[in-house]
């Protein structure tokens, strides 16, 4: 009802603007034509105290005290009022009907029957009293008296026809505001109702988040957990794999080391025999090097005896050149005395140049001879220092044979004494073979396991990623639900 109420008085504010707006327009222009056509001023002055009059109700009635519903009645008051005086001063005319016409149309502004009723009546009685103080135009008035009171009266009928249609309809819609204010009442009663259940909602989303979040934070915990205990059984899978490979690859070793055994062991037998016959042939050796020298020292004699001989020949040398170096003296004289006897002495001139051609010959021949004696001589000599060498290097070697023999008979005993060794060796390489295709069928039954149960926990892993990334949506849906309905609150507030 407060709201129907409202709407009347802003419609009837907004009306009693449009009156005023509408008669100012007319008062002012009416006020302008009689001051252009140069009416009496008392003519003038009616119009402008009508025109004050107006604006004083409106000011009063509108503005001041409130009362907007009175200002139409106050209106059309003064404005007949000043009509009455008009016509019973100056005396009714034909020009002055249009004026009264207005009136009746401008008293439907309101679409008020009762002041439509008022500003009508009044307009009726101000044309009956225009025509029966006519001053002007009486005859004109008088002849369409009746016409003219005929049309009004119609134009009233119309006007009162529209009146009423506008009331239907205010009415109308007055029930219909009737109507929507009471749906205003349900829903702000209905929304007081959702507000509060909302209220519980909201609160009970909220625990639901607060839980879901702490069921979040919990899962998160345990995917941790789970992710790092895979992560361990991985890491322990994989080592317990290269522990599996390391023992397959240590038992491999064995049987290489046992095949490795089975071959030294042989070798070793082999070497023994070998030893015991490089034994045998180092004395062999010993005994060819004991010869070897004594040959060695009987060449050395004989060099020295050669290298006697070869100082003699020397001697011989040194005689053949003195001879020599006579016989060129001699053929030397002898050629001086051919020369001497002239033709006489010619053939034995050439007996002396062959003479002493034999001598220079001889001369050379014994250079020549005491050259290769002395490189003969030089290579004794280094042969001879070569076998006191070999002779000394000889005896070393006697040493060393002696001794090489003494190691080769600790060697053979070192052999024998490895052969044994190897034997035992044999059994312990066969012990750790059989213990490390143990530790291997051990090590691939927990890898196994283990493997098992990191596939579990990859498994339960996976779960709990599910259940996580259920719980988010849950909660994603949650907090939208608790958004929505927080919201809905808003608005109903």
């Known amino acids: 009802m407060e709201a129907i109420e409202n709407l009347r008085r802003q419609d009837t504010r907004k009306k009693n603007v449009l009156m005023v707006s509408t008669y100012s327009v007319s008062i002012i222009a009416t006020i302008a034509y009689t001051l252009i056509e140069k009416e009496p001023f008392m003519k003038t002055m009616v119009y402008v105290s009508e025109f ?27 404005i007949f009022a000043h009509q009455f005086i008009y016509i019973g001063a100056f005396g009714g005319n034909g020009a002055f009907l249009l004026v009264l016409i207005f009136l009746a149309v401008f008293s ?13 009546t009044l307009g009726l ?33 119309v006007l009162f026809v529209l009146i009423r249609l506008n009331r239907n309809a205010f009415q109308s819609l007055e029930a219909f505001l009737t109507e929507s204010e009471k749906e205003k009442v349900r829903k702000e009663q209905h929304s007081t109702l959702l507000h509060s259940e909302l209220l519980v909602v909201t609160e009970s989303l909220g625990k639901i988040n607060d839980q879901i979040q702490t069921h979040l934070s919990s899962q998160t915990e345990m995917k941790i957990a789970v992710t790092e205990i895979s992560a361990g059984s991985q890491i322990q899978s994989q080592q317990i794999n290269q522990i599996t490979e390391n023992a397959e690859m240590i038992k491999q070793r064995m049987d290489e080391m046992a095949d490795m055994s089975i071959l030294l062991s042989e070798n070793t037998l082999q070497a023994a025999k070998a030893t015991e016959t490089g034994s045998t042939k180092i004395g062999e050796l010993q005994s060819d090097i004991k010869e070897l020298a004594a040959s060695i020292s009987d060449l050395s004699q004989t060099f020295s005896m050669l290298t006697k001989k070869i ?18 003296l001699l053929a030397l004289n002898a050629s001086i005395e051919a020369a001497r006897a002239g033709e006489a002495g010619k053939g034995f001139s050439v007996v002396a140049n062959e003479i002493r051609k034999l001598a220079e ?23 001879l220092e070569r076998m006191n060498d070999s002779s000394e290097k000889l005896e070393e070697s006697r040493s060393a044979v002696e001794v090489v023999s003494g190691f080769f008979g600790e060697v053979s005993s070192t052999l024998r004494e490895l052969t044994n060794q190897f034997g035992q060796f044999e059994l312990t390489v066969s012990d750790v073979k059989n213990q490390t295709g143990d530790v291997e069928a051990s090590t691939r039954e927990l890898a196994a396991i283990i493997e098992q149960a990191t596939s579990g926990l990859e498994e339960m892993n996976a779960t709990i990623e599910t259940l996580n990334d259920d719980n988010q949506t849950i909660a994603a849906y949650v907090s939208q639900t608790a958004a929505a309905a927080e919201k809905i609150k808003t608005v109903g507030e």
């Open 108 to 120: 439907a502004i309101h679409f008020n029957l009762k002041i439509f009723l008022t500003g009508y």
């Open 361 to 383: 010959m001889t001369k050379e021949t014994a250079i020549q001879i005491t050259e290769n004696l002395t490189s003969v001589n030089a290579t004794n000599s280094a042969a």
């Open 125 to 157: 009685a101000a044309i009956i009293m225009n025509t029966l103080l006519a001053t002007k135009n009486q005859d004109f008035l008088s002849s369409t008296f009746a016409a003219i009171l005929l049309s009004y009266i119609l134009m009233g009928a």
């Open 52 to 78: 004050a009059f107006f604006l004083l109700f409106f000011l009063i009635f509108q503005l001041w005290l409130k009362k907007e519903a009175l200002f139409p009645y106050a209106a059309f008051a003064a």
């Open 311 to 328: 100082e003699e020949t020397n001697g011989f040398i040194g005689n053949i050149r003195n001879i020599t170096e006579q016989t060129n």
